[in-house]
């Protein structure tokens, strides 16, 4: 049988609708199971009236936090709860996440005696859309909508800090300096989103493609050693030389050299051997591959913002 707010809780609880009518106001027992909730429950497509057991505040969350919640809950009903408002996604009928601030709080008697927990939950979803517009922003590149430089060396710290099988491969567009002094900057930004097409289309799904630093792009790839790293680089630099051409009709020769070095054990030696394979695919007569050799001297290892070694158009 469902049980109301008493006029004391509701009393108590005016004020808080008042302030934020879109809060989901719950009380629960001890064990958890809602009792009463404001008419702002149905928003996650629950009508209490409807049911004849109320819902457990942990099916009210996704699955993911079930256990934090409950956790919660155990702690306020034994007198030890931390008060702080947790961020957790409810789950509508629909299967859409909104994201609400939680808060738990003791209900007790005339005797002090805790008897169920008041459950505040607080929509947050345009801060949580804006904080991930803002993160979105911070990482991605602008012009070709690849992951940018500062996602790219995040990425390969978090590699290097779980060691596994991954290879590293840098691109960089030949004469780009030349391409935009001739034809222009706008025909340089349209080279540079196709050619981010071009790598999104011929790598694997669970390759990472970043835009590192002007025409020069890294693609980070889980799994495979420098050779089978380079099996799946040479059909890209053989398009690009192929294809790449008729773009400027025939008068400009478009190709890509390639650096590709196995993650290391720091991200500076493994850019590092990447930026050295470069340089000699450029040194070579770029549109090649090279592959760098696995060891490198331990003092030659630099910070990214000094690696200069392949800026060679």
Known sequence: MRVD???QERSALYGLLADHPTDIILKTDRRGFVLAA????????????????GPHVGDLVHPDYCDLIEQEHRAVIAGQGSGTWLELPAVHTGHKEHWFETQLRPMTDQHGRIYGTLVVMRCIAMRKSLEEQLFAAEFTDRLTRLTNRIAFVAMLDHLVSHPHRAALALFDIDHFMTLNMRFGHRAGDDLLRAFAGLLRAMTR????????????FGVIMPGLKP???????????ETLAEAGGAAFGGNFAVSTSVGIAGIARSTDGTVKRAELA???AKAKG???????????????????SQFDLAEVD
């Open 227 to 237: 050779e089978a790293a380079a099996a799946i680089c040479r059909p890209i630099v």
């Open 286 to 304: 770029r549109s090649r591959i090279e592959t760098s050799p696995e060891m490198i001297r331990r003092n030659s290892a630099a910070p990214l």
């Open 38 to 53: 404001s008419p702002a429950l149905e928003g996650l497509g629950l009508t209490l009236p409807a049911m004849l057991i």
């Open 205 to 216: 799904s669970e390759d990472i493609i970043s835009r590192v630093d002007g025409e020069r």
């Open 278 to 280: 470069l340089f000699m």
């Open 5 to 7: 707010f008493t006029l």
